[in-house]
């Protein structure tokens, strides 16, 4: 029996080796708990980041974010709390593991949450690059406005008309810019307008450029904000050299000044 004894006893680890373990084992558990904690508050500054730029894109936040994140979940102090009143791991070595694990379950479903809300914020955002890339913003060209939007006396009649766009007094053969990007719709002769090029920037808007010297595009092609797409001309009903430019709106002529920002 004694024998029996001494043998068990090598055979078993120590009580050292036991609180050795146990240590490790507490370290290695409280190791993961503190990569918990930092994932959550990465969460939290991730949802409170996307926040503000709702607040200044004005976009309102889904329903559904606003539950994964208003129900306690998923915040900093909640672990902490639940780590603190955590009995030793040698009273309860399953406690801190269960809270960590609530912890993650919280963070998968408040991730997946956080990655469709920047989606949604991200395609809004490119949706207004392109809204702002594709309304006219800048003068067409250099000169001086000669005429202007509205009721006018006719420089051939001596009535009273109406002027659709605004004429931009400058010397014959001026580069003439795109204000925005936008698709070239027609290039080509047009009655009293002589040369004339058009291009539908989306979303209702187009733009008009008549009394061309020359026309450098053909329709179909693409423009970018400032590319060259005429040249200032005299042709058609003019009686000088300049640019007769025109916005329309859905279909209605819009006065040029009001998208014209430099």
């Known amino acids: 029996m004694l024998q029996d004894y001494f043998t068990l006893k090598r055979t078993l680890p120590s009580r050292h080796a036991l609180a050795r373990d146990v240590a490790e084992q507490r370290a290695q558990i409280q190791a993961y708990a503190d990569k918990v904690l930092d994932l959550t508050a990465q969460m939290t500054a991730l949802h409170t980041f996307e926040k503000k730029i709702r607040v200044i894109a004005n976009i309102e936040a889904p329903a559904a974010q606003e539950a994964v994140f208003g129900i306690g979940g998923a915040t900093e102090n909640d672990l902490k709390d639940d780590l603190e009143s955590m009995p030793a791991l040698t009273e309860n070595p399953s406690g801190l593991i269960r809270a960590m694990h609530a912890q993650l379950d919280q963070l998968s479903e408040a991730s997946v949450v956080q990655t469709q809300a920047f989606e949604e914020v991200y395609g809004y955002l490119q949706d207004q690059k392109s809204l702002l890339a594709s309304t006219p913003a800048i003068r067409p060209t250099t000169g001086w406005i000669s005429s202007g939007f509205g009721y006018r006396k006719s420089p051939f009649t001596g009535l009273k008309e109406f002027h659709r766009g605004i004429d931009i007094a400058t010397r014959a053969g001026t580069a003439i810019i795109a204000p925005a990007d936008g698709i070239v ?10 040369k004339l090029l058009t291009i539908d920037h989306g979303r209702g808007i187009i733009t008009r450029y008549a009394h061309l010297k020359k026309s ?12 060259k797409i005429a040249l200032v001309g005299n042709t058609g009903r003019s009686t000088a050299p300049h640019l007769h430019y025109e916005v329309h709106l859905n279909g209605i002529p819009v006065n040029p000044a009001k998208y014209i920002l430099n």
């Not at 450098?216 to 590319?227: A, C, E, I």
């Open 216 to 227: 450098l595009l053909k329709r179909g092609s693409h423009v970018k904000r400032g590319d």
């Open 185 to 194: 719709i027609f290039s080509g002769n047009k009655g009293g307008l002589g």
